[in-house]
């Protein structure tokens, strides 16, 4: 008799897993998903571990109902990796364990009530249900209680009790599921079907024989409609009663690569630095026994813009598969999938499958299976990558790894790609690397701990006058950066939103056939739209933020256009007058890439201007889409927001241009330095990467800025001395944790009062159990406090154990708990 843990689908204050009794003959494993009963109602669940003995007392055992017969879906180190995210970011173990499922493997129990016996007098709310399943004769039991309003689901469950309905569930259907096609093939020899040919040679029936000659070519058919059309029904019908022909079920592969074409490339020479980073990286790897020490198998690869960190990934990753082993090369979003999927499936062609969110979930429910079968050595995705269903990890790459969007922060479980990685790491005995021009200010203090084996690459590679052992000095590569001041340029009556510097430079660069990326990290044509009369900033209805003014699409002059909501996608047509003074003289303020576009085109007609933002590129093929066009045009200027800042490599880009240099320089976050250095030398960075020497222009009202300054110096070291003595001086990460609490509550009033008694509560743990070291900030309206109608406050701890706190306080349900979250706003 055997036992099974089981982590049940169910919201559960602890992590912690159930007893079932695992029935003889069901085949139950580590790893499956099951059914089973938890109390009147029955859950999905995931086995966690097998045992002769339960933990709970024998009386009390009940038995799992049925498991999924194509698994189990997780590998038992990703099963303790499961636990270490459900304990560390305060989630349930299913839902850590949802990251490891396939797409679709979930699915809920679903009942269904019928008219039964009426057997006493029905209140009015009775009559009220048992009427709607009567008419309907078949209806949800959710969609009945709902009907009823506050406190239906009780009423419902009596009468089922008493008959009075009758209940009868049965599973949702899958929301997806393998994709088979029909082929319709020769079911008997070669040999046979010649015979059967010579036999009918003479006969009046020249169809069948032309039917047997034309399978024995090779041919297949889809469907007998197509043979019937070719040979007549009566050939193809004795055909299947003679069972000469058979129909064959062929599953059908959604791929995402299908319209891809990858021409084989072969590994560069590395230069002498990339060599000793890849010797060092590659020792890891094939390591007959991995180190104990952690640190020596996790590296820090700190390389400047175009200094060759992709090769030294590749060179990593064919050592890797060449041992027998599997990588996982992670990327921050969907905006750079496509060009890293053509280097790395160029190198490796056939042996890369994809992994992310801009896949249909067809597609990334066929991808997730061949993963898991062993179709594909290397895994390429962004964050939700890290669970691949891989058995024997040898290698994982996290480039770009300063990038926020690593850290999932709109639902559970909200984890941090890399730390999860990192416990993988720990777990298999995979050598992970970091790779990044910016790196993270945590990793990099992490690297200089120890912590990290820090690899510097100095300098680019593949410009002119570099060889591959000795290439360009930086000094030498890098793009020239020169800074506008903006005041400067509203002082001498200059207004528009190109510099005259910035105007100047874009022709030069024209003229000599480069192109040219300009960035501003600001959608849509106008920031907010203001009335000139009362002061009133038009804003959404349902968040507590100011809508985007975006012109129709097609109509650069005219002012029509709509007001959006970048948070809840709230919209309403752009009306010449306020609504709330009635006033005419409508202000549009702080221009987005839309009238970057416009701008651009007004000043230099004729020439092609693309824009990237989310607003015009929401999937994968949109993004390949834009990035193609770009590439393949002349002398051309491409407008975006933050894509065109991470890890593109496009060698005739001669000149970037920041529109501004200050967004985001004003949020309340004590990362926003940090943020703003990063994107700014990355978005510099993609200058001058060909022939010719690349230049850059940031505008900027704030010249002095440390992160501004540094950034165009290219000087990581300069900011990270700075940066890291801001923090130390302030105790913020990476010499504290930090966790944010989040109320929301559609009444301001309610929002608020909830927020201050978890305040007083915390304090008041805080001072009983002598946990000073924590400090409580707060509570405080979150920015923006209303959105989608809903008020929100948080509160911050911060501390070196800030999370012991929430042992001491649970915040219960009504809390959303982020553990080192990504931002403060």
Known sequence: MKFAEVAVNFPDEDSRTFSYLAPDGMGVLVGDLVWVPFGPRTVQGIVFELTDAPVTELDKIRSIIGRTLAGPFVAEHLLIVARWVAEHYRTTLFTACSLLLPPGASSRLRTWLMPGTINRDLTKREQQAVGYVVESERAPKSRVARRLGLGGSPIVDRLIRQRILIAESDWEKPRVTAVYSKRIELAVTELVAKELIADHADSRSPKRVELLKWFLSGKVAQ?????????????????????????????????????????????????????????????????????????????????????????????????????GKRAIFLVPEIALTPQTLQRIASRFPGKVGVLHSGLTIGQRYDQWWRVKNGDFPIVLGSRGAVFSPIENPGLIVIDEEHEWTYKQGDQAPRYHARAVAERISEETGAVLVLGSATPEISSYRAAKSGNYRLLYL??????????????????????????????????????????????????????????????????????????????????????????????????????????????????????????????????????????????????????????????????????????????????????????????????????????????????PDFRAGERAFQVLAQVVGRSGRGAWDGKAVIQTFNPDHYAIQAAADQDYEFFYDTEIRLRASQANPPFTNMVKMMHAASSEQVAADEAVRMAVSLQEARESYGETGIEVIGPTPAYPLKMRNMYRWQILLKGSHPERLLELVPPGYLWTVDIDPASLG
Request: aromatic share 6%.
């Open 458 to 667: 100095p300098d680019r590679v593949g410009r002119p006058g570099a060889t591959e052992s000795k290439p360009l000095p930086k000094s030498q590569a890098m793009a020239k950066v020169e800074i506008v001041d903006m005041r400067v340029e509203r002082a001498d009556g200059h207004f528009e939103m190109l510099s005259r510097r910035l105007i100047d430079a874009i022709a030069e660069a024209l003229r000599a056939g480069g192109k040219v990326i300009l960035f501003l990290n600001r959608r849509g044509s106008a920031s907010f739209v203001q009335c000139m009369d009362c002061g009133k900033v038009r804003q959404c209805k349902r968040c507590d933020t100011a809508l985007t003014f975006h012109r129709d699409s097609g109509d650069s002059r005219a002012q029509k256009g709509k007001l959006v909501c970048h948070y809840c996608n709230y919209s309403v047509r752009a009306g010449s007058e306020c609504p709330t003074c009635g006033g005419k003289q409508m202000r549009r303020s702080s221009p987005g890439t839309q009238m970057a576009t416009e701008a651009v085109r007004e000043y230099f007609a004729g020439v092609e201007v693309f824009r990237w933002d989310s607003d015009n590129a929401r999937t994968a093929s949109d993004h390949q889409r834009i990035m193609d066009e770009f590439v393949n045009s002349e002398a051309s200027v491409l407008v975006g927001t933050q894509m065109v800042a991470k890890g593109l490599d496009i060698p005739s880009v001669t000149l970037v241009g920041v529109i501004s240099a200050d967004t985001g320089l004003a949020v």
């Open 223 to 323: 469907t007998k409609s197509a043979l019937n059309d070719l040979f007549g029904g009566a050939a193809v019908k004795w055909a299947f009663e003679n069972d000469l022909l058979k129909i064959r079920k062929i599953r059908r592969d959604r791929d995402p690569l299908a319209d891809y074409f990858f021409q084989q490339e072969f590994a560069h020479s590395p230069t002498d630095i990339q060599s000793a980073a890849i010797d060092q990286i590659v020792g890891q790897i094939l390591a007959a026994k991995p180190s104990n020490n952690v640190s020596d198998r996790k590296f820090l690869l700190h390389g400047v813009t175009g200094s060759g960190k992709t090769e030294v990934y590749l060179q990593a990753i064919e050592a890797c598969i060449a041992a």
